[in-house]
Antibody
Framework: EVLLLESGGGLAQPGGSLRLSCAVSGFTFDNYVIAWVRQAPGEGLEWVSSISGSGVGTYYADSLQGRFTISRDNSNNAVYLQMNRLRADDAGVYYC???????????????WGLGTMVTVSS | ETVMTQSPGSLSVSPGERATLSCRATQSLKANLAWYQQKPGQAPRLLIFGASTRATGIPARFSGSGSGTDFTLTISSLQSEDCAVYFCQQYNHWPPTFGQGTKVEIK
């Protein structure tokens, strides 16, 4: 069974930092892209960042303006999202998700975690 | 970026009736289009990818069609458990983008 489990969300002050983790199991981890997708309260889905199976390719939404860094540890089946200089509009539920097709970052996402909530407030 | 526009914004359908949801892209996607279902408090669930391929475990009443810029998700016989918000997502162009969602309710 494919499982993804996010952690690391919580309350951060504007300008602060959080590090999200996504622990995965049930598939050959380094064959698939992993993405972070967020959802502001009551809003739709927004792609945030993706990392290729090897970890060599990393991709970010332009709106992040270089504040977030995605990484993966293929020996521990985990993906991380380091979020710096947080803003109020970064708040929401952050999901990690697995690509449905091997070997490409251009992908739909067939398995999602339950999400972790990020709140940005002073 | 590729803008995805879904219509209608909400849809009320009687049980057992057909629901038809639309998704339009600002540029051609070939068949690189996915549909997701999201219920309150839950993560999105992949229904369809490649415009028409059902994901594992998805009931046959869900079907996808279309190519290029215009796509359709059809629920052939709406069940109460299908009440949810449905999102389309394109993955033909970078960055991947989602539609704003269609809320499906039981009449």
């Amino acid at each position: 069974e494919v499982l993804l489990l996010e952690s690391g969300g919580g309350l951060a002050q504007p300008g602060g930092s959080l590090r999200l983790s996504c622990a995965v199991s049930g598939f050959t981890f380094d064959n698939y892209v992993i993405a972070w997708v967020r959802q502001a309260p009551g809003e739709g889905l927004e792609w945030v960042s993706s990392i290729s199976g090897s970890g060599v390719g990393t991709y970010y939404a332009d709106s992040l303006q270089g504040r977030f860094t995605i990484s993966r540890d293929n020996s521990n089946n985990a993906v991380y999202l380091q979020m710096n200089r947080l803003r109020a509009d970064d708040a929401g539920v952050y999901y990690c998700a697995k690509g449905v097709e091997m070997g490409t970052v251009f992908n739909a996402f067939d398995s999602w975690g339950l999400g972790t909530m990020v709140t940005v407030s002073s | 970026e590729t803008v995805m526009t879904q219509s209608p914004g909400s849809l009320s359908v009687s049980p057992g009736e057909r629901a038809t949801l639309s998704c339009r892209a600002t540029q051609s996607l070939k068949a690189n289009l996915a549909w997701y279902q999201q219920k309150p408090g839950q993560a999105p669930r992949l229904l369809i990818f490649g415009a028409s391929t059902r994901a594992t475990g998805i009931p046959a009443r869900f079907s996808g069609s279309g190519s290029g810029t215009d796509f359709t998700l059809t629920i052939s016989s709406l069940q109460s458990e299908d009440c949810a918000v449905y999102f389309c997502q394109q993955y033909n162009h970078w960055p991947p983008t989602f539609g704003q969602g269609t809320k499906v309710e039981i009449k």
